[in-house]
């Protein structure tokens, strides 16, 4: 029986809240996503964890039997990742920097990474790519020390960002589509279009992507989960569905066959570094800093977000 932290956590979010969506916002997940995790986690543990009525979440015996041991283990987790971050960095020298894929901005890296080598020559800054799967791009699990990501953030709580870019969302789409070819187009326009999606591993990611906040309560229609750049060329170009992304990353996606038109309605999409909010090791600092200077000489005022 495979049980994640992450279930865990949303297992303490309802215990804390007592209440399904309060808990879901406090996630930044939607509550049909939240409820049908934990039924998969009574599922995994064979035991019902909550009493749910019209009023309130209330613990079973069960959910109170476990409440002490997911506290406990979560905690124990956050101090190893902790711990073992603090380990690689202090023994090596090293800063892991996760990256979303395709994020569309290759200019910065290389500028935040010399500004930061300039004043820690002895630190080492080491890439880790990480999928479409994975929002924080390693930070969750450790794997990574500081991230380029795109927000919204999963248990946004956990993690402090700075904004680095702000960019229009557009959509991408097959040649031959009939808004192919306009200056624009409304959402309302392509509400009964196929969208593709992210894995539902992105969390709060994938409804962004979709604009489920534009929807007016209705549905996405999927048309197919894509994980990369080129899945999601061959998706389009197939006729599967159509998909937003930003400004920045439509060029890895437009081959001919595949067009890109600005939309209104949404809101635009960010870019940011994040790191978790309790790390305070200088070299995680250090390229928070970098990055703070290398935002503020193209676009002044960019600071980091509590």
């Known amino acids: 029986m495979d049980v994640h932290t992450r279930d865990l956590r949303y297992f303490l979010a309802v215990a804390t809240e007592r209440d399904l969506s309060r808990a879901a916002a406090s996630l930044c997940v939607s509550p049909p996503a939240l409820s049908r995790q934990l039924r998969q986690l009574e599922q995994a543990l064979g035991a019902a964890l909550f009493v749910r009525d019209p009023h309130e979440v209330r613990l079973t015996e069960a959910g109170e039997a476990l409440l002490p041991h997911a506290r406990m283990t979560c905690s124990t987790w956050e101090l190893g990742t902790v711990a073992l971050s603090a380990l690689r960095t202090a023994t090596a020298g090293v800063l892991t920097v996760g990256l979303s894929a395709g994020p ?18 002895e630190a080492t800054p080491v890439l880790r790519e990480a999928g479409w ?28 960002h700075l904004v680095l870019a702000e960019e229009p969302r557009l959509v991408v789409l097959p040649a031959g589509h009939r808004l192919a070819g306009r200056p624009w187009a409304d959402f309302a326009d392509l509400l009964d279009e196929p969208f593709l999606a992210l894995p539902d591993a992105a969390g709060p990611l994938r409804d962004y992507w979709l604009a489920t906040d534009a929807r007016g309560g209705l549905p996405a229609r999927v048309g197919a989960v894509v994980s990369g750049p080129d899945e999601t060329y061959e998706a389009v170009a197939a006729g599967r569905g ?25 809101t635009p999409s960010r870019y940011a570094l994040a790191w978790r909010r309790d790390d305070i090791r200088p070299l995680v600092r250090a390229w928070a800093r970098a990055a703070q200077h290398v935002t503020r000489a193209h676009a002044p005022g960019g600071s980091p977000h509590p």
Do not use: N, Q
């Open 104 to 121: 569309g901005h290759e200019g910065l890296l290389p500028a935040i990474r010399s500004h930061f080598t300039e004043a820690h020559p």
């Open 133 to 160: 799967g994975d929002p924080t791009a390693g930070l969750a699990d450790g794997g990574s020390d500081v991230a380029f990501v795109w927000l919204p953030l999963p248990e946004p709580s956990r993690y402090a």
């Open 242 to 266: 159509v998909v937003l992304v930003a400004s920045g990353s439509a060029k890895a996606l437009l081959r001919g066959d595949v067009v890109a038109v600005p939309v209104r309605g949404v």
